[in-house]
């Protein structure tokens, strides 16, 4: 093998190598921010905790709110948005999303005792700063 070929060689290792660790990287960031999410947000019927979801790829995934997705604890709606996250395999976009039209007045308004004015903020800088940035 010439030094050239070798050369070549080595580029398309290190280009799936990147890829590889950016997209396990952007995996991480999104479930880390996920799971905060759902846990910081004050629960009485659980509806609130229960409407958060995730789509992988052009957002046409979205769900809407359902009458009956209530989760207390949040576990099972951390582990739907896992299994969604989980199905990222390219540079693709992930959208975390929570449709109930309430959801800005709880988490970041403040209207909420449970919860602190600018809470999904906080969590957001928090999660970056875990991750190296700011």
């Known amino acids: 093998m010439n030094e050239n070929n070798k050369f070549i060689d080595d580029l398309k290792k290190y ?4 890829k590889d660790k950016t997209i396990n990287f952007q995996k991480a960031f999104a479930f880390e921010l996920f799971k905060r999410l759902v846990l910081i947000t004050p629960v009485d019927t659980g509806r ?19 009458p009956d997705l209530f989760d207390k604890s949040g576990q099972s709606t951390i582990a739907n948005g896992t299994t969604e996250i989980g199905k990222l395999d390219d540079y693709g976009m992930i959208l975390i999303y ?3 039209s309430y959801i800005n007045l709880i988490i970041e308004e403040g209207r909420s005792k449970q919860a602190p004015v600018g809470a999904a903020s906080m969590v957001l800088n928090d999660v970056g700063k875990m991750f190296g940035f700011r």
């Open 15 to 18: 280009s799936t190598e990147i």
């Open 48 to 66: 609130a905790r229960g409407a958060w979801g995730v789509s992988v790829g052009d957002g046409s995934s979205i769900g809407d709110v359902r």
């Open 98 to 100: 929570n449709p109930l």
